[in-house]
């Protein structure tokens, strides 16, 4: 069975500070790994997919690296903004399933 | 584009008593799922279908039904509610291609 553990739970850092946010699953066979962002009480949006095939995507000062074999995804932001302060989560995708992770709650303070 | 639209937002339902929620999009995806969202538990995959007339269960499916008469349409249906089925329901939807997952915007439901 698929599980996906993100570390840490909660992140507080101030505004400027590089940042990286972990996600480990426990089965490699995967088709893909997806970071998202929730904001409190609003729905998901997706941030960055990454093909199992693939080593890393970037979407602005949004990093998200892969590495199969290790069962290990993570999240980099650069120069962090208040802007985005949100729970982050990721989900692996095996077949028909994508699964997704407890998520690390992220504030960025002035 | 709408994307993916949920109804209703909000209920509130007694013990014993059934309910319908509604997911509906409109980017012709193959693929619809129902998630519930606790705290401390992240987000659990409850039912989830891969085209029009097919269902299967996911993580959590005890206590919920599911229908997909139409490709566009999702139904997550509670017969007799619980107090445990207290949560955020959130649908998704995405392409077999893509795989890109569109969330809708959650339903909020409690049982008392």
């Known amino acids: 069975k698929q599980e996906v553990t993100q570390i840490p739970a909660a992140l507080s850092v101030p505004e400027g500070e590089n940042l990286v946010l972990n996600c480990s699953f426990t089965d490699s066979a995967i088709y893909n790994l997806q970071w998202f962002r929730q904001d409190p009480g609003k729905g998901l949006t997706s941030l960055l997919l990454?093909?199992?095939?693939?080593r890393e995507q970037t979407s602005g000062r949004l990093n998200a690296s892969l590495d199969k074999s290790s069962g290990r995804s993570t999240l980099y932001i650069a120069a962090s903004q208040p802007g985005d302060s949100a729970t982050y989560l990721c989900?692996?995708?095996?077949?028909?399933?994508?699964?997704f992770g407890t998520g690390t709650r992220l504030q960025v303070f002035p | 584009n709408a994307g993916v639209t949920q109804t209703p937002k909000f209920r509130v339902l007694k013990t014993g008593q059934s309910m319908t929620l509604l997911c509906a999009q409109d980017?012709?995806?193959?693929?619809m799922y129902w998630y519930r969202q606790d705290p401390g538990m992240g987000l659990r995959l409850i039912h989830y279908s891969v085209g029009e007339g097919t269902t299967a269960k996911g993580e959590v499916p005890d206590g919920y039904n599911v229908s997909r008469l139409k490709k566009q349409n999702f139904l997550l249906g509670l017969e007799s509610a619980a107090p445990s089925q207290t949560s955020v329901y959130f649908c998704a939807s995405s392409s077999a291609l893509a795989n890109v997952l569109t969330f809708g915007a959650g339903s909020r439901l409690t049982v008392l």
């Open positions: 990454i093909q199992s095939s693939q």
């Open positions: 980017m012709n995806h193959e693929y």
């Open positions: 989900a692996v995708r095996n077949t028909d399933k994508l699964i």
